[in-house]
Structure formats: structure tokens, C-alpha cells
């Protein structure tokens, strides 16, 4: 049981290129959601999905598309980064037990 | 809307001694409040939560919080920190549910010997 895994662990992209952050788990959970987290202003809500199929956007959506297609699946895109998306960004699904559980980060650099 | 205020960004405190780690929140639906740790270079952890029932959560590593109403608080306490409680702390509340939380901005839990 692997619980919540992102790849990768540290990304650098030059103004305008498009990446896609990966996030996947394997505890069935329904409730999945993206953030980000920045100095001094703890972690913002993305974009976040109910179920295979359904997603919706969260505080900060601007500059990011995501898609779920599976229950284990949860990808987050940049289309076209902008040195304002440097961050490190986390994934995390929820249980039944209204834990949610968060994967290791991506930490993106964009120049 | 809902918003969680974390007034202490830093908390320095020595070894053995006691902490409270501030929160206070704003709701307008059912209030569900969590404690998450995180550690450098780490993800966050669920360190206790409050969904119903009993006003005083016990977490793990020694933590609790109690959940007061009247006052929207849900501050954190350890009555002997240790050196490996070093790590930040996030106060987050939840619609109606443990799904979408809003994060505060973090409490920087530093112990020194």
C-alpha cells in the first residue's frame, strides 16, 4: 500500500512550456484535490474531484486544468507556466474517515 | 466562507515545556476542524481532528485540542514538547467534511534545547 504518490519530486520549466504533475493513489478513494503551498501563505485548493469523471475548481484555478478518468488517477496540467506557478504542490486524497492523506510534493521551479 | 486565522507564524519553546499552538476559525456550516504536521521536505500528516462529540480531541505524538464554540477557536497543546515536535503546524477547517479545507497560513513549531 503506497498510499499517495507524485512524480516528480522537483520539476524546473521555462516561461511557457506546459508539464504535467502526476498524483496517484491506491486506497480507493473517492475525494482527491490539488495544492499548492508558498511561504507564509499555508496551502491553497487548486482543483479537486469527487469521483472518476468529475472535477471542480477550488481558490486558485487560474493556469491549471486537471482530469480524472480513473479513481487512482488525478494528474494536475500546467498549459503554459508562468514564474507565478513556482510552488510546491501536493496531492492528497480522503477517505471515509475524513482523513486526507497527502502525497510527498512536487517542488516546480519556473524560470 | 469559511477562513482559519493562525496568529503565531513562529513559536520558539524549550524542550519539556509546554505549547499551545493558536487557531481560530470562521464557518458558516457544520465545523470540521483538523491539526496536520508537516516536517521538512515532507507532505502533511493528520494530527488530530474534530468532527462531533467530545470538545477535547486527542491526536498522536502527545497533542490535543479543544474545540470551543463560543470562542471559534481549536488551538493546539502539548504539555512537553521534544525536540522532534520541530516542524510546522496547519490549523484547517472543513465544509462539511474532511475534503475541502481551508489551510491557515502555519505556525513554525521551533524547539530548542
Known amino acids: 500500500n503506497a498510499g499517495v504518490t507524485q512524480t516528480p519530486k522537483f520539476q524546473v520549466l521555462k516561461t511557457g512550456q506546459s508539464m504535467t504533475l502526476q498524483c496517484a493513489q491506491d486506497?480507493?478513494?473517492?475525494?482527491m484535490s490539488w495544492y499548492r503551498q508558498d511561504p507564509g501563505m499555508g496551502l491553497r485548493l487548486i482543483h479537486y474531484s469527487v469521483g472518476a469523471g468529475i472535477t471542480d475548481q477550488g481558490e486558485v484555478p487560474n493556469g491549471y486544468n486537471v482530469s480524472r478518468s480513473t479513481t487512482e488517477d488525478f494528474p494536475l496540467r500546467l498549459l503554459s507556466a508562468a514564474p507565478s506557478q513556482t510552488s510546491v504542490y501536493f496531492c492528497a486524497s480522503t477517505g471515509s474517515t475524513d482523513t486526507q492523506y497527502f502525497g510527498p510534493g512536487t517542488r516546480l521551479t519556473v524560470l | 466562507a469559511q477562513s482559519v486565522t493562525q496568529l503565531d507564524s513562529q513559536v520558539p519553546v524549550f524542550e519539556e515545556a509546554p505549547v499551545e499552538l493558536r487557531c481560530n476559525y470562521s464557518s458558516s456550516v457544520s465545523v470540521y476542524l483538523f491539526w496536520y504536521v508537516q516536517y521538512p521536505n515532507q507532505g502533511l500528516q493528520l494530527l488530530l481532528k474534530y468532527l462531533s462529540g467530545s470538545t477535547l480531541v486527542k491526536g498522536i505524538n502527545g497533542f490535543e485540542a479543544e474545540f470551543n464554540k463560543s470562542q471559534t477557536s481549536f488551538h493546539l497543546r502539548k504539555p512537553s514538547v521534544h525536540i522532534s515536535d520541530t516542524a510546522e503546524y496547519f490549523c484547517a477547517v472543513g465544509e462539511g467534511g474532511g475534503n475541502k479545507l481551508t489551510f491557515g497560513t502555519g505556525t513554525q513549531l521551533k524547539v530548542e534545547l
Open positions: 486506497m480507493n478513494h473517492e475525494y
